[in-house]
């Protein structure tokens, strides 16, 4: 039965909750204090995990944003209890760890205080600096959540999404090449450019990882470039057959 404030749930402060207990706006799960949550008890927003704090979350018992794992206080975080970000392992205070429990950053390996001097990139060596002095392309950063308003999903989307009248969207679980390869179809022609920087690129190793084969493009644009060349030439033997035409 809907009550005043719209709330299909029971014991609701807040408007537009199917759930219980709910403080919020628009949640679909119970006892949030935030707003369009699908899972429970979170005073964060738009998060379908549980007792989250922070916002985006697919995980449980997050502080920090855009979490796939569990009890992390970072954000961008696939792995579990991490204070960092962008780790895929676990308990990491440090940043972009694969490994576990490392203080320091950029570390495959576990209780690792000290950030390695050199790092692998498409599986060659080289010194640190270099891979951060490299100017890299902004479609590499890519997020695998995002959230969909209601107002533009497709049909199909809504009747997966049965909630969405309610939470006004959905968040949208995106697969990792699908993501990567949407981030770079975004992107403009000097940002794509830009992947080329990177030191020991490698089109066949970028194009396993990402699904995007970079040499399609260099190939339109040498053909682009060389049909450019032919109307130049055109132009230019017609501006001569011109001028010859004009002196009889």
Not at 80 to 93: F, H, L, M, P
Request: aromatic share 12%; charged share 30%; with cysteine.
């Amino acid at each position: 039965m809907t009550d005043q404030k719209n709330n299909t749930g029971n014991r609701n402060t807040g408007n537009r909750n199917t759930g219980d207990w709910n403080t919020g706006y628009w949640n679909t799960g119970n006892r949030n204090t935030g707003d369009w949550n699908t899972g429970n008890r979170n005073t964060g927003n738009r998060n379908t995990g549980d007792w989250n704090t922070g916002d985006w979350n697919t995980g449980d018992w997050n502080t920090g944003n855009r979490n796939n794992g569990y009890w992390n206080t970072g954000s961008r975080n696939t792995g579990n209890r991490n204070t960092g970000y962008w780790n895929t392992g676990n308990r990491n205070t440090g940043n972009r760890n694969t490994g576990n429990w490392n203080t320091g950053n950029r570390n495959t390996g576990y209780f690792n205080i000290e950030t390695p001097k050199t790092i692998m990139v498409f599986d060659n060596e080289i010194d640190i600096s270099e891979w951060n002095e490299c100017v890299k392309p902004n479609f590499i950063y890519f997020d695998l959540t995002e959230w969909v308003d209601e107002s533009v999903m497709t049909q199909e989307e809504k009747d997966k999404n049965d909630d969405y009248g309610t939470v006004g969207g959905y968040l949208k679980k995106k697969d990792y090449k699908e993501a990567f390869q949407e981030s770079y179809k975004n992107a403009s022609k000097k940002d794509r450019e830009k992947i080329f920087n990177i030191p020991n690129f490698d089109a066949d190793k970028f194009f396993e990882i990402s699904g995007i084969d970079v040499r399609k493009d260099a190939e339109k644009e040498d053909k682009k470039n060389s049909l450019l060349e032919k109307l130049k030439s055109l132009i230019d033997k017609a501006e001569e057959l011109k001028k010859e035409a004009n002196n009889l």
